[in-house]
């Protein structure tokens, strides 16, 4: 599964971003597609997670009120919606998917990862 995740880029704090993951030649079927995000010398995050079955979600504890992730059948499309941007939410943000459609926060249980799309939050 040939993941994109596109949607990044640099927005003043306070503004909004629409993330997208596409999945190239498949429909997301029966998986779980999750979002993480990456700053700068941190470790890599869990931020919201989606089940493509019947749309369940999940979402990280940093992600809690200004995220949302959501799914459109006929573009085959997870997105990430974050609101109200800060600073600290500047990282590479990940799109993954997990083949068994069960969302979960650990990096590991994903088998496949999209290459990131930068997100820069100026203050």
């Known amino acids: 599964v040939q993941l994109q995740a596109s949607g990044g880029g640099l927005v003043q704090a306070g503004g909004s971003l629409r993330l997208s993951c596409t999945a190239s030649?498949?429909?997301?079927?029966?998986?779980?597609v999750g979002w993480f995000r990456q700053a700068p010398g941190k470790e890599r995050e869990f931020v919201a997670g989606?089940?493509?079955?019947?749309?369940?979600?999940l979402y990280g504890a940093s992600a809690k009120g200004r995220f949302t992730i959501s799914r459109d059948y006929v573009k085959n499309t997870v997105y990430l919606q974050i609101d109200s941007l800060k600073p600290e939410d500047t990282a590479v943000y990940y799109c993954?998917?997990?083949?068994?459609?069960?969302?979960?926060?650990?990096?590991?249980?994903?088998?496949?990862w999209g290459q990131g799309t930068l997100v820069t939050v100026s203050s």
């Open positions: 030649g498949r429909t997301f079927n029966s998986y779980a």
């Open positions: 993954a998917v997990e083949l068994n459609g069960v969302v979960t926060i650990y990096m590991d249980q994903y088998d496949y």
């Open positions: 989606l089940r493509w079955r019947d749309g369940s979600t």
